[in-house]
T-cell receptor, first 115, second 116 residues
Framework: QKEVEQDPGPLSVPEGAIVSLNCTYS??????FMWYRQYSRKGPELLMY??SSGNKEDGRFTAQVDKSSKYISLFIRDSQPSDSATYLC???????????????WGLGTSLAVNP | GAVVSQHPSWVICKSGTSVKIECRSL??????MFWYRQFPKQSLMLMAT?????????EQGVEKDKFLINHASLTLSTLTVTSAHPEDSSFYIC????????????FGPGTRLTVL
């Protein structure tokens, strides 16, 4: 079993739809959770960073963490064609040795928002 | 803030030559940088962790003599692919870790390497 599971999709939605992206994980030591967006042939861009259970909102994006279920979500409201990209979840344990903290990545979900 | 650049953005080279890729944190200092490679439609694969002033830590299966990493300053890390072969063709991405409460990683735009 992988430490982080993420459905690669592809996910196709009409413009304006609410998008729900999810990851599950098995390592209860993960304490920090991130969502990155990656456009084709570009480096990932950090969208959201959370460290506690609950919701965190930033504009049209809401990140949700449920540590009891080991489940994280990213919601995109009023989705736009410009949101079409691959969304990767990543997580990390707390208190990793030294300053080096390896991110554990999901496979990424490919999202297409159709006009 | 938190901008990371990579140079070059793409490179084509002949088999057997060496290629150097630079990763710079433009507006913050990074004691730690990471190098990843990514194949089409696959997730990021961590190759090595680069620490300023010390030797890099390589992931299992990554040849340290083939992928030379130098982190000479708090804003620059380089990855040199030595004696490149077609199987080294990939998308190479660096990230720089910003020191702080959460030690976020910020990524460069990536370098596409094609070895003929």
């Amino acid at each position: 079993q992988k430490e982080v599971e993420q459905d690669p999709g592809p996910l196709s939605v009409p413009e304006g739809a609410i998008v729900s992206l999810n990851c599950t994980y098995s390592n209860s030591a993960f304490q920090y959770f991130m969502w990155y967006r990656q456009y084709s042939r570009k480096g990932p861009e950090l969208l959201m960073y959370t460290y506690s259970s609950g919701n965190k909102e930033d504009g049209r994006f809401t990140a949700q963490v449920d540590k009891s279920s080991k489940y994280i979500s990213l919601f995109i409201r009023d989705s736009q064609p410009s949101d079409s990209a691959t969304y990767l979840c990543a997580m990390i344990t707390r208190g990793a040795a030294g300053n080096n903290r390896k991110l554990i990545w999901g496979l990424g979900t490919s999202l297409a928002v159709n006009p | 803030g938190a901008v990371v650049s990579q140079h070059p953005s793409w490179v084509i080279c002949k088999s057997g030559t060496s290629v150097k890729i630079e990763c710079r944190s433009l507006d913050f200092q990074a004691t730690t940088m990471f190098w990843y490679r990514q194949f089409p439609k696959q997730s990021l694969m961590l190759m090595a962790t680069s620490n300023e002033g010390s030797k890099a830590t390589y992931e299992q299966g990554v040849e340290k003599d083939k992928f030379l990493i130098n982190h000479a300053s708090l804003t620059l890390s380089t990855l040199t692919v030595t004696s490149a072969h077609p199987e080294d063709s990939s998308f190479y991405i660096c990230s720089a870790q910003r020191t702080g409460p959460y030690n976020e990683q910020f990524f460069g735009p990536g370098t596409r390497l094609t070895v003929l």
